[in-house]
Every structure is written in C-alpha cells, then in structure tokens.
T-cell receptor
C-alpha cells in the first residue's frame, strides 16, 4: 500500500475558484513530485522538490499553479483560479535519496465545474 | 518526440495465462532506469518492477518479469499466471540517470483485462 498520503481524494471547484491539495511524502523521501494525469492517461510533470527546494517546474506551474514543501508540514499544490481544463487526477510521488523509482499517492481527482 | 511508447492500447487475456506488454523507449543517456507501474480502477498507481540499463539480467518480482532487449530499446513486461486483480492499466516509464532528479517519461498505458 502507498505510504504517500494525498488529501483530499476528490475535489470539486467552480471555475475561478482556488483548489488546494496536500501530500505527505513517504517518511525519509526527500524528493517530491507533482504530476497531472489527464483523461487520456497522459502524465504531465508539474514540479518537483528536493527537501524544501524547487528543482524543476514547468511554465504552467509558474502562472496559476503554486506549490511548496515546507519542513514539518505537508507539501501542497494550489491552483489559484481553476479552469475546466484543470480537471484531472493530481498525483504526488516521492522518492528516496539516490533511488531511481518514485512512489505515488492515491491522487486527488479535481473536477472543475 | 515520445520518449516512451506503448503501442498496445488494450489487451484481454484469460485468467491463469501469460501476457506480455510491449514498451520501447528513446534515450541518449548511457545509464537509465526503466519501470513498470500499474494503475488500478481507483486511480492508485503501484510500482511493480525496475530494470537498470547496465544490468544484463532481466528483473523478476513475484509473477512479474521483464524482457529487456537493450539493442532494440525495448522493455517488455511479462505477467505469468494472470489473476482477475491484475486487470488494470500498466504504464512503462523511463528515468535518465545523468539528468539527475529529472521527471519520469511515461508511456500512455496498456489496459489489461483478465477474463475469468
């Protein structure tokens, strides 16, 4: 069973509303990823962190999306003004230091109505 | 360009038989990692198995094994003695070592249905 905890599992927002989701990575995993999976099963990388520092993020993330991984608190991904196209499964994953694989949480399914 | 390609969109097999899912990848790195993940109907994604590019032996975990053909840039997943609960979408993924903590490249998935 996944040890990456994502909340909430389901999120319904109106267009223009903020949407915030949280992730607790597996204990001892310093690297955290956020992905968006669309209805065609395609994964889109959004951002990743090592400890609390951003390693990489895509342009989309820099505009309406914000994310952070503060120490001693859950990581979070927030969409400032939700759009219909943001409806997707948002997946958080974490990775042990120097290990190649990542381990996913169960995801937050966002529906923007 | 697609870095990881899964050409089979869906497969159906009878329970207790063996199934192979195909995956080809593209990379210029000399060192890389290949993975298979399973996504259940609930959306949960589970890590199944990994192949390191420098290893010649095919990885095996439980009833999952890999057919790694490096010259063909191919990494097939073999599931033996399939069970109903193996019905899921299977994703092939690649991570290049020399790019550090780079994001993964995922294929588009193969949907497996195991028929009782």
């Amino acid at each position: 069973n996944s040890k990456v905890i994502q909340t909430p599992r389901y999120l319904v927002k109106g267009q223009g509303q903020k949407a915030k989701m949280r992730c607790i990575p597996e204990k001892g995993h310093p690297v955290v990823f956020w992905y968006q999976q669309n209805k065609n099963n395609e994964f889109k990388f959004l951002i990743n962190f090592q400890n609390q520092e951003v390693l990489q993020q895509i342009d989309m993330t820099e505009k309406r999306f914000s994310a952070e991984c503060p120490s001693n608190s859950p990581c979070s991904l927030e969409i400032q003004s939700s759009e219909a196209g943001d409806s997707a499964l948002y997946l958080c994953a974490s990775s042990p230091h120097r290990a190649p694989e990542v381990f996913f949480g169960k995801g937050t399914r966002l529906t923007v109505v | 360009a697609q870095k990881v390609t899964q050409t089979q969109t869906s497969i159906s097999v009878m329970e207790k038989t063996t199934v192979t899912m195909d995956c080809v990848y593209e990379t210029q790195d000399s060192s890389y990692f290949l993975f298979w993940y399973k996504q259940t109907a609930s959306g949960e994604i589970v890590f199944l198995i990994r192949q390191d590019s420098y290893k010649k032996e095919n990885a095996t975990v439980g009833h999952y094994s890999l057919n790694f053909q490096k010259p063909k840039s191919s990494i097939g997943l073999i599931i033996t003695a399939t069970q109903i609960e193996d019905s899921a979408v299977y994703f092939c993924a690649m991570r290049e070592q020399n790019t550090g903590y780079q994001n993964f490249y995922f294929g588009k998935g193969t949907s497996l249905t195991v028929i009782p």
